[in-house]
């Protein structure tokens, strides 16, 4: 699978948007690219995800350029409760090998919602 | 609809000691993953279940560890003997188990101190 790159930390005052960018430069045409976060003391909570297109839910939208070499995770109206660690991953698409379901995550972003 | 649940949710041993750790994923799921979290570091893979037979143990230390689905439904994951590195969060998580793009459903984990 492709490795991203994500900065450490961020921050962003509450109400704002948060938007948290993530390079994946040498990902492959089959590969998806997914969001989760963690909370503190939490397990790993899934976001959102996608191939080429911009997606949107309930929670967050996704940007990822024309060549999806980067990507970047929009929260439109940073809580409080966003603060957490977020993980920007490709996932391969297609079953095979060990990469079947395979989730790899980096160490992610802090990200630190202020008041 | 219930969430993965794990017990216990805290254990502090002694180094050479064994210790077990106990997983129920959400109600029909057929594939269950077990991730180690050593602080500061996002989750690693540990083993992939899917119903009980396994997906991906390669990055499973098999002379400690070891795991098992027997009825594929909850799993068990065991340290023997347990060394200080394996102090760490021990995250279950499941999926439906029809196709690589599924979301993760993550526990709570289990907060593991070894001393």
């Known amino acids: 699978d492709a490795k991203t790159t994500q900065p450490p930390s961020m921050d962003c005052a509450e109400g704002r948007a948060a938007n948290l960018p993530c390079n994946h430069s040498?990902?492959?045409?089959?590969?998806?690219v997914y969001w989760y976060r963690q909370i503190h003391s939490q397990g790993p909570q899934y976001i959102i995800h996608?191939?080429?297109n911009n997606e949107t839910n309930e929670m967050a939208s996704l940007i990822i350029t024309e060549d999806r070499k980067s990507s970047t995770l929009i929260l439109p109206h940073a809580t409080l409760r966003d603060t957490a660690v977020y993980y920007c991953?490709?996932?391969?698409?297609?079953?095979?090998?060990?990469?079947?379901?395979?989730?790899?995550f980096g160490q992610g972003t802090i990200l630190t919602v202020h008041p | 609809e219930a969430g993965v649940a794990q017990s216990p949710r805290y254990k502090i041993i002694e180094k050479r000691q064994s210790v077990a750790f106990w997983c129920n994923p959400i109600?029909?799921?057929?594939?269950l993953y077990w991730y180690q979290q050593i602080l500061g570091q996002g989750p690693k893979l540990l083993i992939q279940?899917?119903?009980?037979?396994?997906?991906?143990d390669s990055q499973l230390p098999k002379d400690r560890f070891s795991a098992e689905r027997l009825k594929g439904v909850d799993s068990t994951l065991k340290i023997q003997p347990a060394k200080l590195e394996d102090s760490a969060v021990y995250l279950c998580?499941?999926?439906?188990?029809?196709?690589?793009?599924?979301?993760?459903?993550f526990g709570p984990g289990t907060r593991l101190l070894v001393l």
């Open positions: 998580a499941s999926s439906l188990g029809r196709g690589v793009q599924e979301t993760q459903y």
């Open positions: 040498t990902i492959s045409g089959n590969e998806y």
């Open positions: 996608g191939l080429k």
């Open positions: 991953i490709v996932r391969v698409g297609n079953a095979g090998g060990t990469s079947y379901g395979k989730l790899t």
């Open positions: 109600s029909g799921h057929a594939t």
């Open positions: 279940f899917q119903n009980n037979g396994v997906v991906d």
